[in-house]
C-alpha cells in the first residue's frame, strides 16, 4: 500500500512537472520521480504496483531505469510492462538490454522482445536475429523475420532473402510480411534494385494469396515507369484475380502517364466488367491524360465499361467529354442516358455550363426539358433569365419545368415575375407549379414580412383559384402581414376564398391563430367553414409545441362544438394524446355514443395508460376506474377489453 | 454520469437526412429525398450502378464475410450487411462465447440453415478461412488495429468499427498494412455516407458558409480524458471455450480477469480506451476534417484547456481552421454533432435530424441536389457498408479509407495526449510527431504484449 501511495504520490508529480526528458537528464543530480519508480520495481512491490512504475517509466525514463527494467524481461509476468517502459526510453543502453535478452530468453518473453527490437529498429541486432529465422519456436522466427523486416538495412534483406526458400509453412506469411516490410525501407532509402530483388523473389509464391498480391503490387510500384510498364501489363494479363488486383493497385499508386497507357492498352484483351473496373482505378488518378481514351471508350465498348466511363468523368474533371455527354442525354438505353445526365450536372468547369445554356436554347421542346433539369441540378444562376422567358414558351411542359425551376434556383427577385405568372395560370398543374415556386422562393426570402407583402398585394386582381393559390402561399410564409391578409380574405364576400382563407389558417404553423378559428368554428354561417375551422383548431391543439394547458383548454372548447363524428373523432383523437385527468371528463360522455364508442375506448385507454405511468398516478386513480370499468364492458375488442381490465387493477392498487 | 446502454451512435441504421435508414441505395434515396422536400424537391434522375452490382450478384462475386469480434454494437452493423445480396456471412470468430453463438444464432436465422463457422482463436480463423475475402471487426477498441493488421495479413479487406487505432503507431501500421498487401479498408465512420452530415460538407466546400473560419466536433458526453488505471478485483478466470481471457485482452497489459470488463466495462480504462474524446472524436474529427480537406492531415496545434474532458480544446489545422471540442448540447441536439461556420452562415448537424440547422432557410433549399450531385460526384452511395463492398468488388479506396482514418484518429490521440500532459502541443503530422516535446512522443506508442505484437 505504502508502495501504491508513492506511485500516486510520482503520478501527480509527473502531471505537474516540467519537462520529463529534463526530470530523466537530471536524475543522476535530484531525487527524481524516476528514482522512485526504480525503487518500485527493486521492492517487494506487487505485480500492479511494479506494472504502473512501469507504464511511467514509460514517459520519464532515462539511462538509469534500463538495467531495473531488464532485469524484468525473463517475467512472464512483468516482462511486458519492462519493454512497455523501455521501448519508450530513447537511450541505446535499451538496444543493448534488448540485444542481450535475444540470446537469454525463451518463449512468450523472447517473442516479446523480438517485438521491441522490431520498433525500434535496431541495426545491431541483425546477426541474433537471423540466428532466432531458425528458431524451433515458430513464433520466434516469425517475430524475428517480422523484426528483420522493420529494420530494413540491407544486411537485413540479405538474410531475410536468404531464409526465404527454405522457410516453413507456417513461417512463410511472417517471412513475407519481414521482405516486404525491408524493401519498403530500403526503396525509400534509394536501394531500388535491392527492393525488387526482394518483392520478386516473392512473386513467385503459390500458395499465399496474400503474399502474392504484396509481391506484385510492390514489385510493379517499387520499378520506375519503364521498368514497370511490362510488369503492370503482365499482371492486367494475369488470370489470376489477386495479380489483377495487385495490379490495379499499383496502378492506383503511380502518377505515371505510361503505367495508365499501359492499362488502357490492355483495354481490349479484358472482359467488359475488367474494363470498368479498370476505368475506376483510372479515375481515381484524376489524370486528365487519360480522358480522350475514355471518351472513346465510352462511345464503343460495351456498357459495363461504358457506364464506368461515364462515370469517371466528373471524377477526372477535364471538360473534353461535355459533348460525348450531351450527345448521350437521349440515348434509346435509359442507363447510358441517365449516367451521361448525371455526369454532365457533376462535371465541374464552364464548359458543362455552356453546353447547358445551349440545351436552354435548342429548338426541341425536349432538350429543352433535359436543359432545366441539368440548371437547377447545377444551380446554373447564370440561366434564370432565360429560364424566366421558358416559363411563357409555348410548349405546356417547358413552361411546367421552367416555373418549377424558377423556384428552385431563383431568389427574391423572380417572386414578381412568378407572380405574373401565377396570374396567367389557369389550368391545375400550372396553378400547382406556382404554387410550389412561390413557396421556395419565399421561404428563401430573408424578410418574410416584404415576401408576403408582395403576396398579398396580387389577390385583389386574382381569379378564385389564384386567391386560393396565394393564401396558401401567404400561410407557409407566415409573419404578420400574411396573416392579415388571410384574416381578411376570411371575410371576402366568395365563399371559395373564405373557405380557402379559413384553410389557410387551419395550416398556420403557430397558435396565434387559435382565437381566429374558434370564433369561427363558434359563429360562421356557413357549416362549411365551421367545420373546417374547427379542423383547423383541433390540428392546433393537438401540436404538441403548444402548451399542454392550452391544448387542454382548446380541447374543452372544441368539446361543446363538436357535431360529426369525424370531427368528434379528431377530438378524440388529441384527447387520447394529452396526460391530463381533465381529459377523462372530455372523453367519458362520448362513450355511450355508439358511432364513436370504440374510438372513445381506444382514446380513454391510452389516456390511462399515461396517467398511470405518470408521477400522479395514484392522485387520478380513483377517477380512472369507473370509466375504465365501462370501456371493459361496452367495447367489442377483447384485446382493448383485457387492456382496459388490467388498467381498472392497476389503478385500484395505485389508489389503495 | 451514468453511461446510456445504447446510444444514436451505436445504433444503426442512422438518422439521415430523411430520417431513413442509412441503408438506402441511390434509388431509395432519392425517392424519399422527393418526398421530404416537398416544394424544392430534387429532380429525379437515377442511375443504375457501377458493375451493375444493384440485383442478383452471380454466385462467382458474391463476396465471402466473417466477423472478428461481434458484440451489441457489431451486430447492429452486421444486420446492416447482411441484406446485402452479394455478400454471405460465413464465420464469426470471438473470445467470448456467448457472443460467438448469439451471432450464429442472428446468421443462421437469417439464411436458414446452421452453417455459420463459430472461432475462438483469431489466429486460427485467419489461418484455416482462406474462403474469406473481407471482415467486419467489432471487438473494443483495444482490438481494433492489430485484428485489421493481422487480418490483412492474410489477405481480408476490412470494415473496422471506430475508434480504429489506441496510438498513432497502430494507425500507421494499419495505414502501411493496407498499402503493403493491397486491401481494402473501411473505417466504420458511417456518418460519411450519410445525407445530413453529406449536406453539411458540401455546404462548406461549394462555399456556401463563405470563408470558413471555425468548425466544431462533439465529444462524449460520459466519461474523461483522463482515464483509469485501477484493476477491478481478481474472479476465477472462466474456462478458455468460455471467455479466453488472454486474447480478450490482446495487446493490452495484463490484469487478472473480471467479468465487468467483458460485458463493456472496459469503457474509461486506459489500457483498452480512447476516452471521451476518441469515443465520439473518432466520428467527428473525421467528419469535421474532410470537411474541411484535412482528411490527409491532422491538427498542427492544440490547446490544453484546465477541465476533465476537452471541452473546449481548440485545435488548429495548418490551412488556418479551427477545430474546438465541444462536450455538451449548446451547439446541436443529439449525438456525434458537428457545426461548420464560415463568414456568410453555419450548419450544424447530429444524429436524429430531419435535416441539418442552417443559419438561412436558403441554405437548405436544394439539400437533397447537394447530396445527390455528392454521390454523382464520388460514386460513393449513401450508405457505408455497400462502399465497403463496392469497393472490394472494384478496388478504389472507401470514402473511410486508411489514411483518412489514421489523421482523424492522430488528431484524437494527439488531443488526448494534450490532456494527459496539461499543457499546449505542436504536432507535425508529415513526421507524425510533436514538436519539441519528448514526453509527448513516448506516447505515440505502446509496446504490445506478446504474443499479440505487429
Redesign the interface.
Same mark, same amino acid.
Given at each position: 500500500m505504502r508502495t501504491l501511495k508513492l506511485i500516486s504520490l510520482v503520478g501527480a508529480t509527473l502531471l505537474t512537472a516540467g519537462s520529463p526528458s529534463s526530470l530523466a537528464a537530471n536524475s543522476q543530480s535530484n531525487p527524481s520521480p524516476q528514482t522512485a519508480l526504480i525503487a518500485t520495481l527493486q521492492s517487494n512491490a506487487t505485480q500492479k504496483e511494479k506494472a504502473d512504475a512501469c507504464r511511467q517509466l514509460a514517459r520519464v525514463g532515462g539511462r538509469d531505469a534500463v538495467a531495473p527494467l531488464a532485469a524484468l524481461l525473463p517475467d512472464e509476468r512483468l516482462g511486458h510492462m519492462a519493454r512497455y517502459a523501455l521501448e519508450r526510453i530513447p537511450d541505446p543502453a535499451v538496444d543493448n538490454a534488448f540485444r542481450s535478452a535475444l540470446d537469454r530468453l525463451t518463449g512468450k518473453p523472447l517473442v516479446g522482445v523480438i517485438g521491441s527490437v522490431g520498433v525500434r529498429r535496431d541495426a545491431k541486432a541483425v546477426k541474433p536475429l537471423a540466428r532466432l529465422l531458425s528458431n524451433p519456436d515458430p513464433e520466434a522466427a516469425q517475430a524475428a523475420a517480422r523484426a528483420l523486416g522493420s529494420i530494413g538495412n540491407p544486411e537485413a534483406g540479405r538474410v531475410l532473402l536468404a531464409a526465404w526458400p527454405p522457410a516453413s509453412a507456417a513461417n512463410r506469411a511472417s517471412f513475407a510480411e519481414g521482405l516486404c516490410r525491408c524493401a519498403e525501407t530500403l526503396l525509400a532509402q534509394g536501394r531500388r534494385k535491392d527492393a525488387i530483388r526482394l518483392y520478386d523473389l516473392l512473386r513467385k509464391e503459390t500458395e499465399s494469396a496474400a503474399v502474392r498480391a504484396a509481391a506484385w503490387r510492390g514489385a510493379i510500384a517499387a520499378r520506375k515507369t519503364d521498368d514497370a510498364v511490362p510488369l503492370l501489363r503482365e499482371a492486367l494479363r494475369s488470370n489470376d484475380r489477386v495479380v489483377f488486383n495487385a495490379g490495379l493497385r499499383a496502378l492506383l499508386e503511380t502518377s505515371a502517364k505510361a503505367a495508365a497507357d499501359a492499362a488502357l492498352g490492355e483495354m481490349p484483351r479484358l472482359s467488359a466488367m475488367d474494363k470498368a473496373q479498370v476505368v475506376q482505378i483510372l479515375a481515381q488518378l484524376r489524370d486528365p491524360r487519360v480522358m480522350p481514351a475514355l471518351v472513346a471508350l465510352a462511345t464503343n465498348a460495351e456498357k459495363p465499361a461504358v457506364l464506368a466511363a461515364l462515370r469517371a468523368f466528373p471524377e477526372i474533371g477535364d471538360p473534353s467529354p461535355v459533348p460525348t455527354l450531351v450527345s448521350l442525354v437521349d440515348h434509346s438505353d435509359r442507363e447510358l442516358r441517365e449516367a451521361a445526365l448525371e455526369s454532365l450536372a457533376a462535371m465541374p468547369g464552364p464548359e458543362a455550363d455552356q453546353a447547358i445554356l445551349a440545351m436552354l436554347n435548342h429548338p426541341d421542346p425536349a432538350r429543352k426539358l433535359t436543359g432545366l433539369d441539368l440548371a437547377a441540378r447545377r444551380r446554373l444562376t447564370p440561366a434564370v433569365n432565360q429560364i424566366n422567358q421558358l416559363a411563357r414558351h409555348h410548349d405546356a411542359q417547358v413552361r411546367l419545368a421552367a416555373v418549377r425551376r424558377l423556384g428552385e434556383m431563383g431568389g427574391s427577385a423572380e417572386i414578381p415575375p412568378v407572380l405574373d405568372w401565377l396570374c396567367t395560370a389557369r389550368e391545375t398543374a400550372e396553378l400547382e407549379a406556382a404554387e410550389q415556386a412561390l413557396a421556395a422562393l419565399c421561404a428563401k426570402e430573408p424578410n418574410p414580412e416584404a415576401a408576403a407583402a408582395l403576396v398579398a398585394a396580387r389577390l385583389a386582381q386574382a381569379t378564385t383559384p389564384q386567391k386560393a393559390v396565394l393564401l396558401r402561399v401567404l400561410s407557409a410564409v407566415g409573419g404578420s402581414a400574411a396573416l392579415n391578409a388571410i384574416r381578411a380574405a376570411v371575410k371576402d364576400p366568395a365563399p371559395e376564398i373564405r373557405a380557402a382563407a379559413v384553410r389557410a389558417l387551419g395550416s398556420w404553423r403557430s397558435p396565434e391563430v387559435a382565437p381566429d378559428l374558434l370564433e369561427l368554428a363558434q359563429s360562421a354561417g356557413d357549416p362549411t367553414l365551421k367545420s373546417l375551422a374547427l379542423r383547423g383548431y383541433l390540428t392546433l391543439a393537438g401540436d404538441t409545441e403548444v402548451p399542454a394547458r392550452d391544448r387542454l383548454d382548446m380541447c374543452q372548447q372544441a368539446a361543446k362544438l363538436v357535431e360529426k363524428d369525424d370531427e368528434k373523432r379528431l377530438l378524440l383523437g388529441v384527447l387520447s394524446g394529452m396526460n391530463s385527468p381533465a381529459a377523462v371528463g372530455l372523453i367519458e360522455p362520448f362513450l355511450d355514443q355508439p358511432a364513436i364508442q370504440e374510438e372513445a375506448c381506444t382514446a380513454l385507454v391510452g389516456l390511462a395508460e399515461k396517467l398511470l405511468q405518470g408521477k400522479q398516478a395514484a392522485k387520478v386513480a380513483g377517477r380512472l376506474v369507473a370509466p375504465l370499468e365501462k370501456v371493459a364492458r361496452v367495447t367489442s375488442k377483447a384485446d382493448l377489453a383485457r387492456r382496459a381490465t388490467e388498467l381498472v387493477n392497476r389503478a385500484k392498487a395505485a389508489g389503495a | 454520469m451514468l453511461r446510456p446502454k445504447k446510444t444514436f451512435s451505436d445504433s444503426y441504421p442512422s438518422p439521415s437526412l430523411t430520417g431513413s435508414p442509412a441503408l438506402l441505395n441511390r434509388r431509395q434515396f432519392l425517392q424519399r429525398a422527393l418526398l421530404a422536400g416537398? /416544394?424544392?424537391a /430534387?429532380?429525379c !434522375?437515377? &442511375?443504375?450502378r457501377? !458493375?451493375?452490382l444493384n440485383g442478383a450478384v452471380p454466385p462467382s462475386e458474391r463476396i465471402v464475410l466473417g466477423g472478428i469480434g461481434i458484440g451489441g454494437r457489431g451486430s447492429g452493423v452486421l444486420r446492416w450487411m447482411l441484406p446485402e445480396k452479394d455478400v454471405q456471412f460465413v464465420a464469426v470468430c470471438d473470445a467470448k462465447k456467448s457472443q460467438r453463438e448469439a451471432v450464429k444464432r442472428l446468421v443462421d436465422e437469417k439464411y436458414g440453415n446452421k452453417d455459420c463457422a463459430t472461432y475462438r482463436d483469431l489466429r486460427e480463423f485467419l489461418a484455416v478461412r482462406?474462403d474469406i475475402d473481407a471482415v467486419l471487426i467489432a471487438t473494443g477498441d483495444r482490438w481494433h488495429a492489430l485484428a485489421s493488421v493481422l487480418a490483412?495479413? @492474410?489477405?481480408k479487406d476490412v470494415y473496422s468499427e471506430k475508434p480504429s487505432s489506441m496510438t498513432i503507431a497502430e494507425g500507421r501500421a494499419v495505414v %502501411?498494412t493496407a498499402?503493403?498487401?493491397? $486491401?481494402i479498408y473501411q473505417t466504420g465512420t458511417q456518418r460519411l455516407s450519410e445525407g445530413n452530415f453529406t449536406v453539411a460538407n458540401e455546404l462548406l466546400r461549394t462555399g456556401r458558409l463563405g470563408k470558413v473560419h471555425t468548425v466544431r466536433a462533439h465529444i462524449a458526453p460520459w466519461d474523461a480524458a483522463e482515464m483509469k488505471?485501477d484493476?477491478l478485483p481478481a474472479e476465477p478466470e472462466p474456462p478458455k471455450e468460455e471467455v479466453d481471457w488472454d486474447q480478450w485482452l490482446g495487446p493490452c *497489459?495484463?490484469?487478472p480477469y473480471n467479468s465487468a470488463y467483458t460485458r463493456g466495462g472496459w469503457r474509461g480504462y486506459y489500457d483498452f480506451h480512447t476516452s471521451c474524446i476518441g469515443e465520439w472524436g473518432a466520428h467527428t474529427f473525421a467528419q469535421c476534417q474532410v470537411a474541411i480537406g484535412a482528411a490527409n492531415t491532422a491538427g498542427i496545434h492544440y490547446s490544453y484547456v484546465n477541465n476533465e474532458t476537452g471541452d473546449g480544446m481548440v485545435i488548429r489545422f495548418a490551412n488556418g481552421i479551427n477545430m474546438v471540442l465541444s462536450r455538451g448540447d449548446k451547439w446541436w441536439h443529439g449525438s456525434c454533432g458537428v457545426r461548420f461556420e464560415g463568414t456568410e452562415g453555419w450548419v450544424s448537424v447530429a444524429d436524429g435530424y430531419k435535416r441539418p440547422e442552417v443559419s =438561412? &432557410? @436558403?441554405l437548405l /433549399?436544394?439539400s437533397s441536389?447537394l447530396v445527390?450531385?455528392y454521390m /454523382?460526384?464520388?460514386?460513393r452511395p449513401m450508405s457505408h457498408v455497400r462502399d465497403f463492398f463496392n469497393c472490394i468488388? =472494384? $478496388?478504389? *479506396?472507401t470514402v473511410s479509407n486508411p489514411e483518412m482514418m489514421h489523421f482523424s484518429m492522430s488528431t484524437v490521440h494527439a488531443a488526448n495526449i494534450c490532456m494527459? !500532459?496539461?499543457r499546449d502541443m505542436r504536432y507535425d503530422p508529415d513526421r507524425e510527431e510533436f514538436i519539441g516535446? *519528448? %514526453?509527448a512522443n513516448?506516447?505515440r506508442?505502446? @509496446?504490445? $504484449? %506478446? *504474443?499479440w505484437?505487429?
Open positions: - | 416537398g /416544394a424544392v /430534387a429532380p !434522375l437515377v &442511375p443504375g457501377v !458493375l451493375g482462406t490483412m495479413r @492474410a489477405g %502501411e498499402r503493403r498487401y493491397g $486491401r488505471h484493476w *497489459p495484463w490484469r =438561412s &432557410p @436558403a /433549399a436544394d441536389k445527390n450531385d /454523382a460526384r464520388t460514386q468488388k =472494384s $478496388r478504389r *479506396p494527459w !500532459l496539461k516535446d *519528448p %514526453e513516448r506516447l506508442a505502446r @509496446a504490445m $504484449r %506478446e *504474443p505484437i505487429i
